[in-house]
């Protein structure tokens, strides 16, 4: 513990308050900050006392400006073994390309959840290799909206799907819950695409990466001199989604007041205000997403019992990667794809042996660390398609894998007519079966499937529900 208590972090930044916030975050883990301003001090800083003990690299892109990427190979040439992790507003794959090639472990685009930036700092000093995740990259591309587009076959992952549609074009609350990177915020965005509200209002409120004690004027706003530093009047995100729809991101991390506070604004759809004497009625329709099971808070008094009715008029859960390894070999080239459209990236393809591995990985980090993964490889391939060698921290987890010939080739071939006894099986089930059997062979494009079923969309909607495959979790 004496080692990680004298753990030194060099941060380039010229902006005071982000200093401020980077440096005290740092030190609840430990790290003594060291602040420099300008690329100069930063370079000559490396040969002294201290910059002998550095144990990371922030930089702030802002600080070189274009010349971040010849920073950052300036201090790998001085420092090799040093991570640096890079701070930028710009959430250009072009930048992450040219930084990651450049020497750089992460890129972090800002505002940063003091989280986010935590977990980059750990997994980038971590001595050993990692694992509970690989490094994952922030870098995100434009998530699908619509579900038919959706990369899984797996029956839980498209039960959630079918779920997710037929509650979107309601104005009900809904609770999606699954581990981080599981898609929570694809499949939200997804229904407030398809919902009747979505050209109106739509605000995303991440709890994980706000001060507690910001949250309750966030949702609720608050009149001026409210509280000290209340200089002007703020409208609350449950006000300024009025007509239109609020997701609640973390919502397990809400506060037990404000828990109660929400309850009671759902019930009365009333909105009041901090310092407000009075309140007023409001439209909002309220999607919440948990990285943990909500219902077993609630068991565990942790959590309002009135809330969590109020927002599970439907609940979702999506299923975690490693319960349908089947997709991974669909999501690796779907992602393979869409990174090779990228600027600086070129498409690549991915080998037998290399997509063995990557189902071989239990992948705590979900969908998002797949992409991550798959992301920072193909960066550094330099031939047409990703091998186990350009997965090297896989390779030292899990050792040499070798493809299955056989794997998938007679996954969902079928449908059993027959139960062991020699007895036919009831033709609800077996009409359950072919369902799924069409939604994962047509990838779960709902209009292929009912066209081929040779029934309407509604009609395969309503035997979703009747034949409870909608409640598959």
Request: net charge negative; aromatic share 4%; proline share 5%.
């Amino acid at each position: 513990m004496a080692d990680e208590e004298q753990r030194m972090l060099m941060l380039i930044d010229d902006e005071p308050a982000q200093s401020r916030l980077i440096s005290a975050l740092a030190a609840r883990e430990g790290w003594r900050t060291l602040i420099v301003n300008d690329t100069e001090t930063a370079i000559a800083t490396l040969g002294t006392r201290e910059g002998m003990q550095l144990s990371a690299i922030i930089l702030d892109q802002w600080v070189p400006g274009d010349d971040a990427c010849q920073l950052i190979a300036e201090l790998k040439s001085r420092r090799p073994a040093i991570p640096i992790l890079m701070l930028t507003t710009s959430a250009s794959p072009l930048l992450a390309v040219e930084a990651m090639r450049a020497g750089a472990t992460d890129y972090l685009i800002k505002p940063v959840s003091p989280d986010r930036l935590m977990q980059a700092l750990r997994s980038a000093t971590r001595v050993e290799a990692p694992r509970d995740e690989l490094q994952p990259l922030t870098e995100k591309f434009d998530a699908t909206l619509d579900f038919e587009s959706m990369i899984g076959t797996a029956p839980t992952f498209r039960a959630a799907l079918a779920k997710a549609a037929k509650a979107a074009r309601g104005h009900g609350s809904i609770l999606i819950d699954g581990e981080t990177g599981t898609g929570k915020e694809m499949v939200l965005r997804a229904m407030q695409s398809a919902s009747p509200r979505a050209k109106m209002s739509f605000r995303i409120i991440n709890l994980g990466g706000i001060p507690t004690n910001s949250v309750e004027s966030m949702l609720f706003g608050h009149e001026k001199g409210a509280f000290p530093g209340a200089f002007d009047r703020q409208i609350g995100a449950l006000e300024h989604c009025d007509g239109g729809t609020l997701v609640i991101d973390e919502i397990d991390r809400l506060d037990s007041t404000l828990q109660e506070r929400l309850a009671e604004m759902m019930q009365t759809s009333q909105v009041r205000p901090i310092g407000a004497r009075h309140s007023f009625k409001v439209d909002t329709r309220i999607l919440a997403a948990s990285n943990v099971p909500v219902a077993d808070l609630v068991k565990r008094k942790q959590f309002n019992s009135a809330l969590y009715d109020l927002l599970s008029v439907t609940h979702i859960r999506l299923p975690a990667l490693r319960e349908r390894t089947g997709d991974i070999s669909a999501l690796a080239r779907y992602f393979l794809a869409t990174i090779g459209e990228q600027p600086g990236l070129r498409p690549l393809g991915i080998t037998d042996s290399a997509l063995a591995l990557l189902a071989a990985y239990d992948w705590p980090g979900n969908v998002r660390q797949l992409q991550a993964v798959l992301f920072r490889a193909a960066v550094f391939c330099e031939g047409d398609a990703l091998t186990t060698e350009d997965l090297p921290q896989l390779s030292e987890l899990l050792g040499e894998i070798r493809p299955d010939s056989t794997q998938g080739s007679h996954e969902g071939v079928g449908v059993m007519l027959y139960t062991e006894d020699g007895n036919l099986r009831p033709l609800e089930e077996i009409e359950a079966d072919i369902i799924r059997l069409a939604i994962g062979h047509y990838r779960g494009r709902m209009t292929e499937v009912a066209r081929r079923l040779g029934i309407g969309r509604s009609t395969l909607y309503r035997k979703l529900s009747d034949l409870g495959i909608d409640d598959a979790a």
